[in-house]
């Protein structure tokens, strides 16, 4: 028999899967500890590394909890302008006394490695980045007892998420911290992306599946605004990133409420693919340029941001974050659950009193 979303999480917050080593096993035991559903990131692990985390944050929840895979990608339309790019970025590699990654160093993510872990060894939650997976590996899943959730950016992502047979499907506004989880990169079209309440708005006309609302989620009362319009809960990065058991590098954490970051901006520079930011050096001198070639760029720049962060630098670093990283709180994550519940709960009192907050 298949669970139900609310089977799954006591209180309406999910802790977003953050690859690049921020949600780690105390991160994800913290948050589904405290009621909310904790998620591990598989994303840039080997199969291997993402069972290593599944059995160490087993041995610290017996709660549900979420691995975050992310999908094949296809063929860099245009290889040349990736090595246009590492000519460009010779000076970062001197500076940082580094060399460039290999832009090649695989497209697929150990996907189907990743699926034969998941599938002999089931986990409560599964969601998908990038895209959505066919029907029979989502049947699979669902036959291993396994939640199935994948990102949409638009009405019609979403409605592929439904015909493919997830459980349900995570809105991801354009204010959202980290990668743009649209199906196919699109240079071509418009990439400014639709904003959270907008388009859980629409995303609800369009499905019939529970939909998690994720974008610039970091108070109470914005997740009383998101189930308000149709969602049944809120996944937030940015705000988890802040906290005590993330995995996030210091100095990332502390340019999340530094006032010498007065923006995000959705960037190429670091990976490829369209992802919100903290304007920094890297962003500024790169993002005007860099290529729509995903991962190849996240490869080629890995040494140079290991480096930087490395050297404390986080002008060169990838500090991912969403529109609301001002409102980020240093607390131990499990508290913040509280605390966002407690809000949530605030807000819906003055509400029905006819108030405000
Ligand atoms: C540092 C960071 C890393 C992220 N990595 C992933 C990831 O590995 N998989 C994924 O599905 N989403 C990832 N995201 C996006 C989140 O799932 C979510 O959409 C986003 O954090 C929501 O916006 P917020 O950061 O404003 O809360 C990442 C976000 C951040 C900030």
């Known amino acids: 028999m298949s669970l139900a979303l609310t089977d799954l999480l006591r209180h309406p917050v999910v802790q977003a899967p953050m690859a690049g080593g921020v949600a780690v096993p105390q991160l994800a035991a913290a948050v589904s500890e405290a009621g909310g559903l904790g998620f591990l990131a598989a994303g840039y692990k080997t199969a291997d590394g993402m069972y290593q985390e599944i059995k160490q944050l087993r041995g610290l929840t017996g709660f549900p909890f979420g691995v975050n895979v992310f999908m094949p990608q296809p063929e860099t339309p245009d290889p040349a302008a990736v090595g246009v790019y590492a000519h ?20 697929d993510d150990g996907y189907d490695a990743k699926l034969a872990v998941l599938l002999d060894n089931p986990v409560p939650v599964v969601s998908f980045h990038f895209g959505v997976p066919a029907r029979d590996v989502l049947d699979a899943l669902r036959r291993a007892g396994t939640f199935t959730l994948a990102t949409a950016t638009t009405p019609d992502e979403a409605r592929a998420v439904q015909d493919a047979g997830a459980d349900a499907v995570i809105a991801q506004g354009a204010e959202a911290g980290g990668h743009r989880g649209t199906h196919r990169d699109c240079p071509e079209t418009d990439c400014s992306g639709i904003g959270l309440l907008p388009l859980v708005s629409q995303v609800r006309e369009a499905v019939d599946i529970p939909i998690v609302a994720a974008g610039g989620i970091m108070h109470g009362s914005q997740i009383a605004a998101v189930l308000a319009v149709g969602a049944s809960a809120a996944q937030l990065g940015t705000a988890f990133l802040a906290t005590h058991e993330s995995g996030a590098h210091v100095l990332h954490k502390q340019a999340l409420t530094n006032p010498l970051y007065t923006r995000t901006e959705p960037t190429r520079a670091f990976s490829g693919r369209p992802a ?50 001002r409102m980020a709180r240093e607390l131990p994550a499990g508290q913040l659950v509280e605390v966002l519940a407690a809000e949530l709960t605030a807000t819906r009192t003055a509400l029905s009193a006819g108030g405000t907050r």
Do not use: I
């Open 88 to 107: 460009q970025l010779a000076g970062e590699a001197s500076w940082y006394a580094t060399g460039l990654g290999d832009p090649d160093d695989g497209r």
């Open 276 to 325: 919100r930011a903290l304007v920094n050096r890297f962003l500024r001198e790169h993002g005007r340029y860099a290529p729509a070639a995903y991962p190849d760029v996240h490869h080629l720049t890995a040494p140079l941001r290991k480096a930087a962060a490395t050297a404390g630098d986080p002008q060169g670093m990838a500090l991912w974050a969403g529109q609301g990283h």
